[in-house]
């Protein structure tokens, strides 16, 4: 397997391009030489140099919940790591299990512990810190990252949102809503304890390696796209490279894509504005390029290309594609 902290690195450079933070600048702050993390061969990344990029991309962005924001951003493929549990998995349960024992691999700072749902109606996933010293700036931010990874890794694996029943922290969260609004669940004090509790019902739910083909292909859709600097690039071309990639969940609104970027929605559509364009209308390049892609393939039936774009009913779509195309997807699949 690849080097996952080099790769972790490198997605936490590219969020915090999209946040308007050079990686260079970040790099040199962090003593690290940004083309030879690029290199497959390079030297791994130090722990110090990890811990160098965490406190400056948090500092540099203005934003004290970098980590919590990241882990929200980060397609769920950037890592790697699935692609490996679902190779060897067929449920959830197992996929968490996995999961558990390859965290090793992107970080040093704690282990993962799984508790079954046994007798109890709830499975609980706990991150478990290996040592005692009060924590760092960086450690709470990675702790964040890891815990909104974790349920957004779930949602990958079962293609639906999936909420927590608790969140738990050993300490008052700064801002509560925020961190209700990201982990889907208003956030607790527990003592010595960092983890996550999900409803039993999904512990055994079945892994189909097709969602994470999908999330593969979108990946890869974006990546063949025209390569720009993510911090150059414009405002309009990285939400669509993000809507893009994260379309296995459908299109998110624009509040929430605004709270991703970490301004008010009215910033968002003025900047979107100067730009010319509207939100929706990027919304809807996005679902255009996929409804076509999926039809063209051939694999998909038009109810399944409708339910995929997060429209319930399949007159809903046809007239979207209409009004995108001037055609039916009927006459399209036809043509």
Same mark, same amino acid.
């Given at each position: 397997?690849?080097?996952?902290?080099?790769?972790?690195?490198?997605?936490?450079?590219?969020?915090?391009?999209?946040?308007?933070?050079?990686?260079?600048?970040?790099?040199?702050?962090?003593?690290?030489?940004?083309?030879?993390?690029?290199?497959?061969?390079?030297?791994?990344?130090?722990?110090?140099?990890?811990?160098?990029?965490?406190?400056?991309?948090?500092?540099?962005?203005?934003?004290?919940?970098?980590?919590?924001?990241?882990?929200?951003?980060?397609?769920?493929?950037?890592?790697?790591?699935?692609?490996?549990?679902?190779?060897?998995?067929?449920?959830?349960?197992?996929?968490?299990?996995?999961?558990?024992?390859?965290?090793?691999?992107?970080?040093?700072?704690?282990?993962?512990?799984?508790?079954?749902?046994?007798?109890?109606?709830?499975?609980?996933?706990?991150?478990?810190?290996?040592?005692?010293?009060?924590?760092?700036?960086?450690?709470?931010?990675?702790? #964040?990252?890891?815990?909104?990874?974790?349920?957004? $890794? *779930?949602?990958? %694996? =079962? &293609?639906? !949102?999936? @909420?927590?029943?608790?969140?738990?922290?050993?300490?008052?969260?700064?801002?509560?809503?925020?961190?209700?609004?990201?982990?889907?669940?208003?956030?607790?004090?527990?003592?010595?304890?960092?983890?996550?509790?999900?409803?039993?019902?999904?512990? #055994?739910?079945?892994?189909?390696?097709?969602?994470? $083909? *999908?999330?593969? %292909? =979108? &990946?890869? !859709?974006? @990546?063949?796209?025209?390569?720009?600097?993510?911090?150059?690039?414009?405002?309009?071309?990285?939400?669509?490279?993000?809507?893009?990639?994260?379309?296995?969940?459908?299109?998110?609104?624009?509040?929430?894509?605004?709270?991703?970027?970490?301004?008010?929605?009215?910033?968002?559509?003025?900047?979107?504005?100067?730009?010319?364009?509207?939100?929706?209308?990027?919304?809807?390049?996005?679902?255009?390029?996929?409804?076509?892609?999926?039809?063209?393939?051939?694999?998909?039936?038009?109810?399944?290309?409708?339910?995929?774009?997060?429209?319930?009913?399949?007159?809903?779509?046809?007239?979207?594609?209409?009004?995108?195309?001037?055609?039916?997807?009927?006459?399209?699949?036809?043509?």
């Amino acid at each position: 397997m690849e080097d996952q902290q080099k790769r972790m690195a490198l997605s936490l450079l590219a969020y915090a391009a999209h946040r308007d933070v050079l990686p260079q600048q970040l790099c040199k702050l962090a003593g690290i030489q940004l083309d030879e993390l690029k290199k497959p061969s390079g030297e791994s990344i130090t722990a110090t140099q990890m811990n160098n990029l965490w406190t400056n991309a948090g500092h540099l962005t203005n934003d004290p919940l970098f980590g919590l924001h990241f882990g929200e951003s980060l397609q769920v493929t950037a890592l790697g790591v699935v692609g490996e549990i679902v190779k060897s998995s067929g449920t959830v349960g197992e996929a968490i299990t996995h999961a558990a024992a390859l965290a090793h691999l992107i970080t040093d700072v704690f282990r993962m512990e799984v508790t079954p749902p046994d007798k109890s109606k709830t499975f609980t996933i706990r991150f478990i810190p290996h040592t005692d010293a009060p924590p760092s700036f960086s450690f709470l931010q990675l702790m #964040d990252f890891f815990m909104v990874f974790t349920v957004h $890794e *779930l949602d990958g %694996l =079962l &293609l639906q !949102k999936i @909420q927590p029943k608790a969140a738990r922290f050993p300490y008052v969260v700064s801002n509560i809503a925020e961190y209700e609004r990201v982990l889907r669940c208003k956030p607790t004090k527990r003592t010595g304890e960092f983890s996550l509790e999900f409803d039993k019902k999904h512990w #055994d739910e079945p892994i189909l390696t097709a969602n994470y $083909e *999908l999330q593969s %292909l =979108l &990946l890869k !859709k974006v @990546q063949t796209l025209p390569e720009q600097a993510a911090g150059t690039q414009s405002l309009q071309a990285r939400i669509y490279n993000y809507l893009l990639t994260n379309a296995y969940l459908g299109i998110i609104s624009l509040e929430q894509m605004a709270a991703n970027f970490n301004i008010s929605p009215r910033s968002l559509q003025r900047k979107l504005r100067e730009e010319g364009v509207k939100y929706q209308d990027i919304a809807d390049a996005v679902r255009k390029s996929l409804a076509m892609h999926y039809m063209s393939s051939g694999n998909y039936p038009l109810k399944e290309v409708s339910y995929m774009l997060g429209y319930n009913e399949l007159s809903a779509f046809t007239r979207a594609f209409k009004r995108w195309t001037g055609d039916t997807p009927g006459s399209y699949q036809h043509n």
